[in-house]
């Protein structure tokens, strides 16, 4: 008797091989997704938090009216122009450094003297 595998064994291991790689990355799958809702969860909180130290007595607001307020304040000429810049620095953080704004670090970078959150005062 000979220790060679026939092709049929080698197919085999093949198949096995292939099903425990699909099992890891089926893992490793499950691990991102967790990892995704665990940063969701920390920038939902922490943005709940901010909300609540900008706005006086915001606990004391429903769910409805805090969503009311912010609809009609985000809907201004004023807040679209803000968000705009936001978004542009975004944008050119993300050309600067692009690992940087894929390891989620969207922050802006530091403001200069004419930057429209200067004017927000």
């Known amino acids: 008797m000979s220790n060679r595998k026939t092709t049929a064994d080698k197919i ?3 198949k096995a091989k292939i099903s425990q790689y699909e099992n890891h ?8 997704k967790q990892e995704e809702r665990k940063a969701r969860t ?5 943005r709940g938090a901010i909300f ?3 706005i006086p007595d915001a606990g004391a607001l429903t769910n409805e009216q805090v969503k009311t307020f912010l609809t009609n304040t985000i809907q201004t000429d004023f807040a679209s122009k803000i968000l705009l810049g936001l978004q542009s620095q975004n ?5 600067q ?21 200067e ?3």
């Open 42 to 46: 920390k920038r939902l909180i922490e």
């Open 52 to 54: 609540e130290s900008l």
């Open 25 to 32: 990355m089926k893992q490793l799958v499950q691990k991102q």
């Open 97 to 117: 450094n692009p690992t940087e704004l894929a390891q989620g670090n969207t922050a802006p970078t530091q403001q200069s003297e004419g930057d429209s959150a």
């Open 119 to 121: 004017t927000v005062r």
């Open 12 to 14: 085999e291991e093949a």
């Open 91 to 95: 944008g050119e953080a993300a050309a």
